[in-house]
């Protein structure tokens, strides 16, 4: 059974520019969420996709978008890069109460 | 809305101290509580989790208790290796519709554990 994986693993960015990043679930798991997390704080919750439908989102802007895919691998989306966006981005896959978390994604917008 | 609050860091021990990593929560209805742990670089690792209260969770020597009456889920330890050295962060489940819930994360409690 493989993990939750996610691409690419750093990015750099400049302000105003668009980004998107990947995540693969676990096999057998069709909810994904996105979290952010800041240097030094814990991970906030962007949003969720079940079966490849929005289930909830954070309080982050619209400039913040997503997909699930029908095999339930998920894109984030951030457009209009802005310096606080820089950050540890995690995906997370699940089917029941736990979620399992990938390596992260670490943008850094300059 | 929903809060979790843990002591902040750094917590320094020695190898085979005890600790104790206290966790609080601020929740409506009856959510589940987590231990996550993350080491240097990768992501987080669910550790343990409880829940419903008086449900005890526990992993790799890990223990933490879920107490309704004090809102707490305190993570402890009786013998801490040089390996635990990581961050650690209690969370909470909203139990939220669809088969997951968001979770709703804690700062975070760096351990440093020395020889």
């Known amino acids: 059974e493989t993990g939750v994986t996610q691409s690419p693993t750093h990015l750099i960015k400049t302000r105003g520019q668009q980004v998107t990043l990947r995540c693969s679930s676990q096999?057998?798991?069709?909810?994904v969420s996105w979290y952010q997390q800041a240097l030094g704080q814990g991970p906030q919750f962007i949003f969720q996709y079940y079966r490849e439908e929005e289930n909830g989102r954070g309080n982050f802007p619209p400039r913040f978008s997503g997909l699930q895919f029908p095999n339930y691998s998920s894109e984030l989306n951030v457009n209009a890069l802005e310096l606080d966006d820089s950050a540890l981005y995690l995906c997370a896959s699940s089917s029941r109460d736990e979620q399992y978390f990938g390596p992260g994604t670490r943008l850094t917008v300059t | 809305g929903d809060s979790v609050t843990q002591m902040e860091g750094p917590v320094t021990l020695s190898e085979e101290a005890f600790l104790t990593i206290n966790c609080t929560y601020t929740a409506t209805g009856y959510p589940s509580l987590f231990w996550y742990v993350q080491y240097p670089g990768e992501g987080l690792q669910l550790l343990l989790k409880?829940?419903?209260?008086?449900d005890k969770g526990s992993n790799k020597g890990f223990e933490a208790t879920y107490r309704k009456e004090t809102t707490s889920f305190h993570l402890e330890k009786g013998s801490v290796q040089v390996s635990d050295s990581a961050v650690y962060f209690c969370?909470?489940?909203?139990?939220?519709?669809?088969?997951?819930?968001?979770?709703?994360f804690g700062t975070g409690t760096r351990l440093q554990v020395t020889l």
């Open positions: 409880a829940t419903k209260a008086d």
């Open positions: 969370a909470l489940s909203d139990g939220g519709t669809g088969t997951a819930s968001k979770l709703t």
């Open positions: 096999s057998g798991h069709n909810t």
